[in-house]
């Protein structure tokens, strides 16, 4: 099992808002910043979100983060087709002394 | 531009060693990491471990501790992972990525994955 959890599915319509959650605890989330990666289906991991809340260039504004104690969220607004991908969430691990990912949402656009 | 180019799809069978390379361009070489990820087929992204090109510290995943082992190349620009004792849950892709370790770890480029697959 992951130790960060993800709900495994999400899902929306065109334009809606759906938000994706990432439970952790003191020794990770707690303590460090939050990265998210959005994957295509058949392509390489892309960065999505860095420290909690920072965007790429190229990435839209419609997606935002935030993190507060051991949780953090991804959030999409305006919902769009091309944004069925999986997300994953990632962080360091004192504790571990390790990265460690959430085991990916699978978001579908209905 | 910032590329990591791996090395191509291995086959190998159960107890073998699998060498991948990731070729890096477009940066200072030896002024960031490399560090390995993988992903099963169907499954989530698991951390492997990273390599700091500047000086070789290694840090590896516990689990993987003893039959991983990461090297760089700074004459070529590559960094090699080889995993030794491989059975069928090693199968998977297997990416490079170039860690930011500021305020966080997290990896801003991707190599392109190399497909290996563990079967008799």
Same mark, same amino acid.
């Given at each position: ?5 993800q *709900? ?5 319509t *065109?334009?809606?808002?759906v !938000?994706?959650?990432? @439970?952790?605890s003191s020794s990770?989330?707690?303590?460090s910043? =939050?990265h998210?990666?959005?994957?295509l289906p058949?392509? !390489?991991?892309?960065?999505?979100l ?5 965007r &790429? ?5 419609r997606?935002?983060?935030s ?5 953090a969220s991804?959030?999409i607004?305006g919902?769009q087709?091309?944004?069925?991908a ?7 691990d004192?504790?571990r002394?390790?990265? =460690?990912?959430g085991g ?6 209905l | 531009?910032?590329q990591?180019?791996?090395? +191509?799809?291995?086959v190998?069978e159960p107890?073998?060693?699998?060498k991948?390379?990731?070729?890096a361009?477009?940066? !200072?070489?030896?002024s960031?990491g490399? @560090?390995?990820?993988?992903?099963? &087929?169907?499954q989530?992204?698991?951390? $492997? #471990?990273?390599?700091?090109i500047y000086? #070789?510290n ?5 689990k993987?501790q003893?039959r991983v082992? $990461?090297?760089?190349d700074t ?5 090699y $992972?080889?995993?030794r @004792?491989?059975? @069928?849950d090693?199968?998977g892709?297997y ?5 930011i =370790? !500021?305020?966080g ?5 991707? +190599?392109?994955g ?7």
């Amino acid at each position: 099992q992951s130790v960060l959890t993800q *709900p495994p599915s999400a899902s929306g319509t *065109p334009g809606q808002r759906v !938000t994706i959650s990432c @439970s952790g605890s003191s020794s990770n989330i707690g303590s460090s910043t =939050v990265h998210w990666y959005q994957q295509l289906p058949g392509t !390489t991991p892309k960065l999505l979100l860095s420290r909690d809340n920072q965007r &790429p260039s190229g990435v839209p504004d419609r997606f935002s983060g935030s993190r507060s104690g051991s949780s953090a969220s991804l959030a999409i607004s305006g919902l769009q087709s091309e944004d069925e991908a999986d997300y994953y969430c990632a962080a360091w691990d004192d504790s571990r002394n390790a990265l =460690v990912f959430g085991g990916g949402t699978k978001l579908t656009v209905l | 531009q910032v590329q990591l180019v791996q090395s +191509g799809t291995e086959v190998k069978e159960p107890g073998a060693s699998v060498k991948v390379s990731c070729k890096a361009s477009g940066y !200072t070489f030896t002024s960031f990491g490399i @560090s390995w990820v993988r992903q099963a &087929p169907g499954q989530g992204l698991e951390w $492997m #471990g990273w390599i700091n090109i500047y000086n #070789g510290n290694t840090q590896y995943e516990q689990k993987l501790q003893g039959r991983v082992t $990461m090297t760089k190349d700074t004459s070529t620009n590559t960094a090699y $992972m080889e995993l030794r @004792s491989l059975t @069928s849950d090693d199968t998977g892709v297997y990416y490079c990525a170039r860690p930011i =370790v !500021t305020r966080g770890f997290y990896f801003d480029y991707w +190599g392109q994955g190399t497909l290996v697959t563990v079967s008799s």
